[in-house]
C-alpha cells in the first residue's frame, strides 16, 4: 500500500511509526536482520523503510532487503533512492526492480557525490538533485502511478548545504511541488528548535506529512560521530547530561530509551506530528523499549499481566485458565522466520539483545549493525570522512610523500592534529600508555591505525579502560617487503603467541589464525553478569574492515585535484600498502607485543 494513503487511513489509539534499517556488511548479518525485522515487524509499524548506499553501493543487498519485508513479512517498504553518482541508466533499473518486487514507496534523495566535489560530474546529466527524481518518477508513464514518493528534510540544515534556512525551505517546497507526498525528517535533538521549523515549513504551504527521525542513542561513541555526520545539532543541556555517563554504554544506552521517549511525548503532544520515523541502526532493543514506554506496541495500548483464576470475576487483572490458553495459542500464531541460525538463543543470550554493544568494526560480525555507523541516508563512497575538502585540507595538509604522511600520524599521535582519516578524534587515554611504542612504529613508516595495551584485571570502576582485560595489539599500514618481513617472523618466533592479519586493496590475504576462530582480545568480568567480550578480532570482521580502510585511501585522495601530485600519491598508497593487525596473547605482560615486534 502507498505509504501516503496508509497515513491518510490510519485509525489506531496511538499515532503511526515506521522503522528504518540499513543492509548490514555481511551476509551473516543480513540473515540475522530478516529474523530482527520479523520480530519488529510485529510492534505494528505502518512501514519500514530500507537505506541505499551512495552510487548504488548497496542495491542488490537494498533490494533484497525490500523485498523480503515486503513480500515474506507482509510490511509496506520504503526503498530509499539516491540519484547523484549514479551510473546511467542505475535509477531506471532500480525502479523498474523496486516495482516488479511489489514495493510502492520511494524515498528520493540526491546521494552525496565523493568528496572533493567540485571535481565531480554527475554520471548521469539528468539528476543533480532529489527535485530532479521526483518529478522524473511523476512524470514518467512507466512510474508515475506505481509509485509515493517521499523527501527528506533537514530541521537542523543539511551538512553540505551552503545557504539559509530559507533557500532551504524553499527547495523543500520545490520537492513537494514536483510530486512529492510525505516528508521524513534526518535526525535531531533539539525538539524546540523542530517545532519551530516545523511552523514555518507549514507557512510555506507544504501540508504534505512531515514525519520526525527519531535516532534513540546507542553510545556515546555512536552519537558524536553520527550528530557530527548529519550536521545535527546538539543542544547544551543534553552534551551536560552525557557527559556523565560517556563511559557506559549501557547508561548511554538507558538514557537514550528516556531521551527519546520524552522527545517523541512533545513532538505529538503539539499537535501537528501524527508519526515518528526510527532509525534504528539494526538494532532492537531500545526502540522496542521506547515504544513500550509509550504504549505504542501493537495495535492497541499495552495491557497488564493478569492473573488465573479458576472463578469468574470483573476484573481486567484476571482471566480464566481457558481464555489464558486460547490468549498464548493466538499469541504464538505468527509468521514462521527464515531457516537460519539464529546466535543470542539459550538462558543467557536472547535474540533481540545479543548484539545490543556492536562496538563498531571490532564487533561481532554477525550482527546486523557490525561496522562503523556512517550517516544512515547516505552510506558509501563520499560520506566516511564526515569533512569538507577545504577542513580536510586545513588540517591534513598537502601528502606528497611517505615523509609527509609519517610526520601527520606522529602529529596525531601527540595531538598536534586533532583526527587521521582514520582516526575521527584524539588518541585514546589508554593509547598514551604505549605512545613511545605507537611512535617507534609509525617512525617505521609503519602507520598506526588502532592500537591498544595489554592489561591484566584492571578495576571495572577504572574511567581508562572500563574493563578489566585486554590484550595488546596494533594495527598499520606498512609496504610489502616488511609484511614479509614480519610473517617469517611471526611464523619462526612467536611460538604461537602472536596472530595476525594482513591484507592488500587487490584482494590478497595473509594470516595464520586458523579459519573460524574468534579472538576476544578485549573482555570483562562484572557481578552478576556474564563474561563481556566488547572487542572481538575475527577473518570476516578484518575483511570488512579492510575494505573500508582502503576506500578511505580513496576518498582522501579525491580532495585534491586529478591531475595533483597529492592524488596521484595517495592512490599509490593504496594501491601499494598493506593494511597488517597483529595481536598478541600474553595478556599479563604489557610489554611483549611491542619487545616481539621491535627485538629483531
Known amino acids: 500500500m502507498k505509504l501516503a494513503d496508509k497515513i491518510k487511513s490510519h485509525h489506531s489509539p496511538h499515532p503511526y511509526f515506521t522503522l528504518e534499517f540499513f543492509p548490514p556488511r555481511t551476509d551473516e548479518g543480513f540473515a540475522n536482520l530478516l529474523t530482527r525485522i520479523s520480530r519488529m515487524s510485529a ?51 532500480a525502479l523498474r526492480r523496486a516495482k516488479e518486487r511489489g514495493v510502492e514507496n520511494i524515498l528520493a534523495l540526491r546521494g552525496d557525490p565523493p568528496r572533493g566535489e567540485e571535481y565531480w560530474i554527475p554520471t548521469d546529466a539528468r539528476f543533480t538533485n532529489a527535485v530532479d527524481l521526483v518529478r522524473y518518477i511523476k512524470s514518467t508513464p512507466e512510474f508515475s502511478s506505481s509509485f509515493c514518493v517521499g523527501v527528506a528534510a533537514y530541521p537542523d540544515g543539511h551538512v553540505d548545504s551552503d545557504v539559509d534556512e530559507d533557500a532551504e525551505l524553499e527547495y523543500l517546497k520545490a520537492k513537494v511541488d514536483a510530486g512529492a507526498e510525505f516528508i521524513v525528517t534526518q535526525l535531531f535533538y533539539d525538539v524546540e528548535g523542530f517545532l519551530a521549523w516545523l511552523k514555518k515549513v507549514r507557512a510555506r504551504g507544504i501540508d504534505v506529512p512531515v514525519i520526525p527521525g527519531i535516532m534513540p542513542l546507542q553510545s556515546y561513541a555512536s552519537f558524536l560521530r553520527l550528530t557530527k555526520l548529519c550536521g545535527t545539532k546538539v543542544p547544551p543541556q543534553l552534551q551536560l547530561d552525557l557527559e556523565p555517563l560517556r563511559h557506559d554504554d549501557q547508561k548511554i544506552k538507558d538514557f537514550g530509551i528516556t531521551l527519546a521517549t520524552r522527545m517523541i511525548r512533545r513532538l505529538i503532544d503539539d499537535g501537528d506530528v501524527k508519526g515518528i520515523h526510527f532509525c534504528t541502526l539494526n538494532l532492537e532493543r531500545s526502540v522496542h523499549r521506547v515504544l513500550e514506554g509509550l504504549q505504542w506496541t501493537g495495535g492497541s495500548p499495552k495491557t497488564s499481566n493478569r492473573l488465573i483464576i479458576v472463578y469468574t470475576a470483573p476484573c481486567e487483572l484476571t482471566i480464566n485458565p481457558a481464555e489464558a490458553a486460547q490468549t498464548a495459542t493466538d499469541k504464538l500464531a505468527t509468521k514462521p522466520l527464515p531457516e537460519i541460525q539464529e546466535p543470542g538463543k539459550g538462558e543467557v543470550n536472547h535474540a533481540s539483545t545479543w548484539d545490543e554493544f556492536p562496538n563498531g568494526r571490532f564487533g561481532d560480525f554477525k550482527s546486523p549493525a557490525f561496522g562503523q555507523q556512517s550517516d544512515p541516508w547516505n552510506a558509501g563512497l563520499g560520506n566516511g570522512l564526515g569533512i569538507s575538502r577545504t577542513e580536510a585540507i586545513s588540517r591534513w595538509g598537502n601528502p606528497k610523500s611517505v615523509s609527509d604522511l609519517t610526520d601527520l600520524f606522529i602529529a596525531h599521535l601527540y595531538s598536534k592534529i586533532t583526527s587521521t582519516p582514520f582516526s575521527p578524534a584524539p588518541l585514546s587515554p589508554e ?92 573482555w570483562g568480568v562484572f557481578p552478576g553478569q556474564e ?39 595517495l592512490e599509490s598508497v593504496r594501491r601499494e600498502r598493506w593494511l597488517v593487525s597483529v595481536v598478541h596473547h600474553d595478556f599479563k605482560d604489557p610489554a611483549r607485543l611491542w619487545t616481539f615486534i621491535f627485538d629483531e
Open 43 to 93: 510492534l505494528g509499524p505502518i512501514a519500514v523503510s530500507v537505506t541505499w548506499g551512495a552510487g548504488g553501493s548497496t542495491k542488490e543487498r537494498s533490494l533484497d532487503l525490500a523485498e523480503i519485508t515486503q513480500s515474506e513479512y507482509g510490511v509496506d517498504t520504503l526503498l530509499h533512492l539516491t540519484c547523484t553518482n549514479m551510473e546511467q541508466g542505475l535509477v531506471d533499473d
Open 431 to 522: 593509547s598514551l600508555l604505549i605512545l613511545p611504542h605507537l611512535e617507534n612504529l609509525t617512525r617505521r613508516g609503519w602507520w598506526t591505525v588502532f592500537s591498544q595495551p595489554a592489561v591484566d584485571g584492571a578495576s571495572s570502576a577504572d574511567e581508562v579502560y572500563g574493563y578489566v582485560f585486554q590484550k595488546g595489539f596494533v594495527e598499520f599500514f606498512a609496504e610489502k617487503a616488511d609484511v614479509d618481513r614480519l610473517e617469517e617472523r611471526i611464523r619462526c618466533k612467536s611460538d604461537g603467541w602472536v596472530h595476525f592479519f594482513a591484507a592488500n586493496e587487490k584482494g590478497e590475504f595473509r594470516s595464520n589464525v586458523p579459519e573460524g576462530s574468534r579472538n576476544a582480545v578485549t
Open 531 to 569: 563474561i563481556a567480550q566488547s572487542t572481538i578480532i575475527e577473518r570476516d570482521s578484518f575483511i570488512s574492515w579492510k575494505d573500508e580502510a582502503f576506500s578511505i585511501w580513496e576518498q582522501w585522495s579525491l580532495f585534491y585535484s586529478p591531475e595533483s601530485e597529492e592524488r596521484s600519491f
